[in-house]
């Protein structure tokens, strides 16, 4: 039987996944190893490429688990996707710390931020097919104001222009890698209020950073669904998916799981009760991944992890526990989403 990698060459399509470089070196778990292997042909670092991973302590670089990644992509022929450049979570405390107590100033900060850029993006110069330059920086209706604005960290204190800066530097240190926006909630397009829809609002500032000369080459649609919010609209999402490429962007799915609530007792496996929500985790699957074989400027399908036996969502999602997100469940077995994907392709 053909793998999902297979597959999706013959579309000129990178089905890819985020690894756990821990997981990945477990000698006790190979199968993971196995998989990560067969299955895709594009990586993502699902944290070993984040700025607290590289430099927990100021000055002093941890590169061994992104090399290592690097490595096995080398390895097995895969392609990778960079993940994170710029983002509000997961940094380092030196630098929190040191913004909160007026030990780094706004001057210190933007300098920093440049110098990190240019030394992970110069370090994998070359081996980095597509960069998240920046991460989540627009807000969600449910935030505080709900008018979309630039949330976070980095707007806080650097003001929105850390955006254009961003794709700047990173474009200077590899001219070759295409540079990607990347954030949740912009998968569909016309589904709520007009005037704050976050799609919407992503393309306004993709607009406006194309005319301005920012080098950004595409747009990253998460794709963390849920079953409990219903099906993904296929015209909805295929719109999403247009608007960003009439600007002239490339397109992706970056990190693609589709969790379910755990009912109380009920454990993942095809139970009578389970079977529907595996059914719709599939559906929802599908439905991004057509549209992106739909759309020739959408370059990969990449999902978030591909067991539930490693998954962020129990972790992140406890309160009520969800589950049941990707496409292979705790015993490495191939779910429905799985034969869905292979379908589809
Ligand atoms: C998640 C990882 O999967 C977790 O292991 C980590 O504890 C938190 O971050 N959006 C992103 C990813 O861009 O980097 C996040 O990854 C999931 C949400």
């Known amino acids: 039987e053909q793998s999902l990698r297979t597959l999706g060459q013959r579309h000129g399509l990178h ?8 997981v990945l070196n477990d000698p006790a778990d190979p199968r993971y190893r196995q998989l990560a292997a067969s299955e895709f042909s594009s990586v993502t670092a699902e944290n070993a490429m984040k700025w607290e991973s590289l430099e927990p302590t100021r000055g002093s670089y941890n590169w ?5 990644l690097v490595a096995f992509a080398r390895q097995n022929n895969q392609s990778i996707r960079g993940h994170v450049l710029v983002w509000h979570n997961q940094l380092p405390g030196w630098l929190t710390s040191g913004v909160a107590d007026g030990s780094i100033s706004k001057e210190e900060l ?19 097919w597509q960069w998240d330059v920046v991460n989540e920086a627009v807000s969600d209706p449910w935030d505080n104001p709900p008018t979309l604005h630039y ?24 001219p070759k890698a295409l540079l990607f926006y990347n954030d949740y909630n912009i ?25 301005e000369g920012v080098p950004i080459d595409g747009i990253g649609s998460q794709g963390h669904l849920g079953t409990q919010y219903g099906n993904y609209d296929t015209l909805q999402v295929a719109a999403a998916l247009k608007k960003f490429s009439g600007l002239g962007l490339a397109t992706a799915f970056t990190e693609v799981d589709v969790r379910s609530q755990l009912t109380e007792g009920v454990q993942a496996g095809d139970s009578a009760e389970i ?9 929802n699957f599908s439905v991004l991944l057509r549209a992106c074989l739909a759309d020739r400027h959408c370059l990969s399908f990449t999902v978030w992890g591909f067991t539930d036996k490693h ?3 129990p972790g992140w999602f406890s309160d009520p526990p969800e589950g049941m997100a990707t496409i292979y469940d705790e015993n490495y077995l191939p779910k429905r989403a799985y034969h869905e994907m292979k379908a589809d392709l």
């Open 110 to 128: 933007r300098a920093l931020l440049k110098k990190h850029i240019t030394t992970v993006v110069s370090r994998y110069k070359g081996k980095i």
């Open 64 to 68: 061994g688990p992104a090399d290592e």
């Open 15 to 22: 089905i890819g996944t985020a690894v756990d470089l821990a």
């Open 151 to 174: 949330k976070g960290f980095w707007a806080q204190h650097l003001g929105p222009g850390y955006i254009a800066d961003a794709f700047r530097w990173a474009r200077a240190a590899d």
């Open 275 to 283: 079977n529907p929500r595996l059914q719709a985790s599939a559906a």
């Open 187 to 211: 998968e569909a397009f016309g589904s709520g209020d007009p005037a704050n829809d976050k799609t919407q609002f992503v393309y306004d500032m993709a607009r406006q950073l194309r005319a």
């Open 311 to 313: 998954s962020w969502v």
